[in-house]
T-cell receptor, first 114, second 116 residues
Framework: AQSVSQHNHHVILSEAASLELGCNYS??????LFWYVQYPGQHLQLLLK??????LVKGIKGFEAEFIKSKFSFNLRKPSVQWSDTAEYFC????????????FGKGTRLSVIA | GAVVSQHPSRVICKSGTSVKIECRSL??????MFWYRQFPKQSLMLMAT?????????EQGVEKDKFLINHASLTLSTLTVTSAHPEDSSFYIC????????????FGNGTRLTVT
């Protein structure tokens, strides 16, 4: 079965620190990859997505992620976090065949302190 | 862009009653829609796959008689929580994607269900 692993449950960073959140998936076929963010009390928002092409994708709010096929990874990065980045981050994977559901990781809570 | 509309956004009901949640694809047809549930401080868990014109496919551990799904048309799927109990209180989200090309999954805004 397809699964998505997010290595960090809770990450605490100071403002201006660099961020990297890990995400690995288990499915061996072609996949589409996503990172979603959920700010406190709000709905899911799409940060970025990878379908094909350049494995380094840039999203909103200065986030980027790199797809490394050999490692089945899609780590999220941001060079300098802000207090407003405090949120829950979810990695998600969907098989690129048929109308299959999105499978989410358990999420990583990011707390940015001043 | 493609939009998924979910209604209601918030509902409070008494234990034992039933609640219906609607999910509509506004500008595309969706033969398949997905229903997720998110408990506080947890990830989204797929509950079921709703298929237009046929029975829904439920994930392991999800009671199909409790969570009734009806996908009556290409733009509407409904989730009915029957005989709701306080433990059913959760955030329910539907999603769908246009069945063309590389399109992302679009999510409704979710329904916050509180059972008292």
């Amino acid at each position: 079965a397809q699964s998505v692993s997010q290595h960090n449950h809770h990450v605490i960073l100071s403002e201006a620190a660099s961020l990297e959140l890990g995400c690995n998936y288990s499915y061996g076929g072609t996949v589409n990859l996503f990172w979603y963010v959920q700010y406190p009390g709000q709905h899911l928002q799409l940060l970025l997505k990878y379908f094909s092409g350049d494995p380094l994708v840039k999203g909103i709010k200065g986030f980027e992620a790199e797809f490394i096929k050999s490692k089945f990874s899609f780590n999220l990065r941001k060079p300098s976090v802000q207090w407003s980045d405090t949120a829950e981050y979810f990695c998600a994977v969907i098989r690129n065949s048929g109308n299959t559901p999105l499978v989410f990781g358990k999420g990583t809570r990011l707390s940015v302190i001043a | 862009g493609a939009v998924v509309s979910q209604h209601p956004s918030r509902v409070i009901c008494k234990s034992g009653t039933s609640v219906k949640i609607e999910c509509r694809s506004l500008d595309f047809q969706a033969t398949t829609m997905f229903w997720y549930r998110q408990f506080p401080k947890q990830s989204l868990m797929l509950m079921a796959t709703s298929n237009e014109g046929s029975k829904a496919t439920y994930e392991q551990g999800v009671e199909k008689d409790k969570f009734l799904i009806n996908h009556a048309s290409l733009t509407l799927s409904t989730l009915t929580v029957t005989s709701a109990h306080p433990e059913d209180s959760s955030f329910y989200i539907c999603s769908a994607r246009p069945h063309t090309g590389d399109s992302p999954l679009h999510f409704g805004n979710g329904t916050r269900l509180t059972v008292t």
